[in-house]
Structure formats: C-alpha cells, structure tokens
C-alpha cells in the first residue's frame, strides 16, 4: 500500500514557494540538529529535555517524534500532501530522496529535508469527504494519511469530480467520533493524576456543584477522603463522604462496606474508583444506596462542571473548551 503524509509548510504557509522553487518539505526544530546523529529516540528526547526545558513535556515528545518520524519514516515514493490556506487546496508531490539535514537548503530555520516532485495538479480542499476534511485538519506537521490516499489520488486523476454530500446521520457520526477521541484523552490525563491530585479534583467537582468541600490531608483519613455539605459549618444534610480509589485495579465489597461504616453514620455515601468496581461491589453499594462513580462517568462529570471549578483544582487537569457544530 502506497504510504501518504500530510507535512504542514511552516506556520503561515510561507514555505510553499520555496518548497515549489527548490523540489523539497522541510520541517524545523533545528535546535536538536541532526537527528540522524542519534541513535535512539530517547537520545533525543533526553536533548530536547534540555534545549527545550521551557516548554511542556508534552509538546517536548510530540517534537521529538515528528522530527524522527520525518527523518526515519519517510521514504522514497511516498505521496505527500501540504495545505494552501490562501488557495484552499492542497499540494501533491512524490518523494524523490529521504531525509537529509542542510541548513543551506531552502530556509534555515528548517533545515529537515526530503526532495520531492511537486505535480502540478492540486486538490480543492471543499472537493473533499468531510471525514477527510477532518482528518487533514490535524495541528501537527508530520503525520500520516494513508487512509484518505485514494480519494486524493482519485482528485488527481479526475478533479472536477463534485464530492459526495455529507448526510445528517455521517456529519453526527463525526461530530461523536470527536467527542469521543476528546473525552479518552482527557481520561487518560485523569489517570496519570497521583491519588492526592485525585482527591483534589473531586473536591473541586462537588465544590462546582456548589457543596462546602474539605478534602482529607495526607495521612490516615479514617476511609474517607472527601467530605461535602450543603451549609458552611456541616449541619444542614444531605452531607456527602466520599471514598477515592485511583489505581488499576478493580474496588471490592469491604471498601464499600468501609466507607458505610465511617463517620458520619447517617451520610450519603459515594465512592470514587477509577479502576472500577467488581460484581460483588456493585451489589452491596446497591443494596446500600452507595453512589459509584467510575473513570469514564468522573470525566463526564469534570467536563460538565469545569467551569465552574476552582482555578486552583483546574490547574491540575488543564482543558481547552472545543466547539463543534449542533
């Protein structure tokens, strides 16, 4: 199968008439200079930890894998594709020579290269599928797009070709595909919390829906770790205890049983475990009116209720607001 790569021409599109000029894609990050000098990706990751401290660990890895992934991945005869936002289409070419490194080539400040033949006819990014659309939107330089290979590759061949209508029920299905790929990665930042932090953010959950929060030091916390009232001083009910499991394993009946038996007796009880819960747990927390709240349900609750958290617990999960169409 023919591999296809979307690689994005700087950040404004500036690199295309160079890339046109000199038969050539590059990509930047020279501060890591020349990735064929390392030789695994940890070595560079362990460089980009220090020529990019001030950045985010995330952004950090997420370089480091696109310079290596350009530099070790393509190859000769792969397909790329680049955007023009100000044509609205999309450049198609043909890898002649893999990754070579010469700040000398085309603009220095990306100086990753790989030669290719730039063909003449472009694709009109509206000519495209709405999922390929969707695909191709992605905010990161190097990536793959083999998947959408033969669309483009038909575009090519016959470019007057009007696309297929989205249909109400394909628009939806991408709409909950994107919202489902959103809420797994904020599950997945929920789960790299440590337990503290866990006890912080549902602290800050209840305290969104407005209850007084006091939220268990470390140490012993007598089976729970979160207590929420409605009043200030703890008279008026309900008044919730809540117990927080974060770890992978499953929670049993005898730590349902634990927190029904901690103080205060006469509360509403719920318990928090991101591993989930056994069969038994389930059924003694029914028989008892326990409240059980798994990992996927605590990120729905968080996504519901974030703005409304105190800044302080939204420091711990930091989440950027998405819109999408109705």
Do not use: C
């Not at 020279?30 to 995330?58: C, Q, W």
């Not at 480091?64 to 190859?75: A, G, I, L, P, T």
């Not at 008044?239 to 103080?263: C, D, T």
């Amino acid at each position: 199968m023919k591999r296809w790569w979307m690689i994005r021409a700087g950040d404004n599109n500036e690199l295309i008439p160079v890339w046109k000029e000199q038969g050539i894609a590059s990509i930047g990050w020279p501060k890591l200079g020349n990735p064929k000098h390392y030789r695994t990706k940890d070595e560079m990751i362990a460089n980009a930890n220090t020529v990019f401290a001030e950045s985010k660990p995330n952004s950090r890895r997420s370089w480091v894998n696109q310079v290596w992934r350009f530099s070790r991945e393509v190859k000769k005869g792969d397909r790329i594709i680049t955007y023009n936002k100000e044509k609205r289409d999309y450049m198609v070419g043909t890898v002649l020579e893999p990754h070579f490194y010469d700040e000398s080539v085309g603009d220095p400040a990306y100086p990753n290269n790989i030669k290719v033949e730039w063909g003449e006819i472009t694709v009109e990014r509206d000519s495209l599928s709405q999922a390929a659309k969707n695909s191709l939107g992605s905010v990161l330089t190097v990536f793959r797009v083999d998947e959408w290979g033969n669309e483009i590759a038909n575009l090519i061949e016959h470019p007057f070709t009007d696309p297929e209508p989205t249909d109400e029920a394909e628009e939806k299905e991408i709409i909950e595909d994107l919202v489902s790929k959103a809420l797994v990665m904020v599950q997945d930042k929920v789960d790299m919390l440590d337990p503290w932090q866990m006890q912080e953010l549902v602290g800050g959950l209840l305290q969104a829906m407005e209850y007084n929060v006091h939220v268990s030091p470390k140490g012993p916390d007598g089976g729970v770790d979160v207590l929420a009232y409605k009043d200030a001083f703890g008279f008026e009910k309900p008044i919730i205890k809540v117990q927080v499991k974060h770890r992978k394993s499953s929670a049993g009946a005898p730590e349902i049983q634990q927190l029904l038996g901690a103080n205060p007796i006469d509360a509403n009880s719920l318990f928090v475990s991101t591993g989930g819960f056994t069969s038994h747990a389930e059924a003694v927390a029914k028989h008892n009116s326990v409240r059980l709240i798994d990992l996927e349900e605590l990120v729905d609750l968080v996504v519901k209720w974030y703005e409304n958290m105190p800044n302080e617990v939204r420091s711990i999960l930091p989440l950027q607001k998405m819109y999408v169409p109705e």
